[in-house]
Nanobody, 118 residues
Framework: QVQLVESGGGLVQAGGSHGLSCAASGNIGSINAMGWYRQAPGKQRELVATISTIGNRNYADSVKGRFTISRDNIKNTVNLQMNSLKPEDTAVYYC????????????WGQGTQVTVSS
């Protein structure tokens, strides 16, 4: 079993910066890619950024150039640095881990609210 716990949500002014962190515990060795997703009110959950075990990164077009995902395989954390925040970045942010080898499944954190005020 893998557990994910996010931290760092809060209220930020537009144009500001903020960071999120996610700590993984449990069967760490079974984790493959990790990432961040977000869900705004009335919208579907969407991908924000992912990072593979070897550091390959993928970003949603809406956050490219503003957000940076990083991963510490020793501390078992994945972080999201968010710069130049916009009100449309307001959402609940969820940490995600792809777990398993032959059968891969998703593990989610509980979510953390990020609110960007204009």
């Amino acid at each position: 079993q893998v557990q994910l716990v996010e931290s760092g949500g809060g209220l930020v002014q537009a144009g500001g910066s903020h960071g999120l962190s996610c700590a993984a515990s449990g069967n760490i060795g079974s984790i493959n890619a990790m990432g961040w997703y977000r869900q705004a009110p009335g919208k579907q959950r969407e991908l924000v950024a992912t990072i593979s075990t070897i550091g390959n990164r993928n970003y949603a077009d809406s956050v490219k150039g503003r957000f940076t995902i990083s991963r510490d395989n020793i501390k078992n954390t994945v972080n999201l640095q968010m710069n130049s925040l916009k009100p449309e970045d307001t959402a609940v942010y969820y940490c995600n881990a792809k777990v398993g080898v032959r059968a891969v499944y998703n593990v989610w954190g509980q979510g953390t609210q990020v609110t960007v005020s204009s």
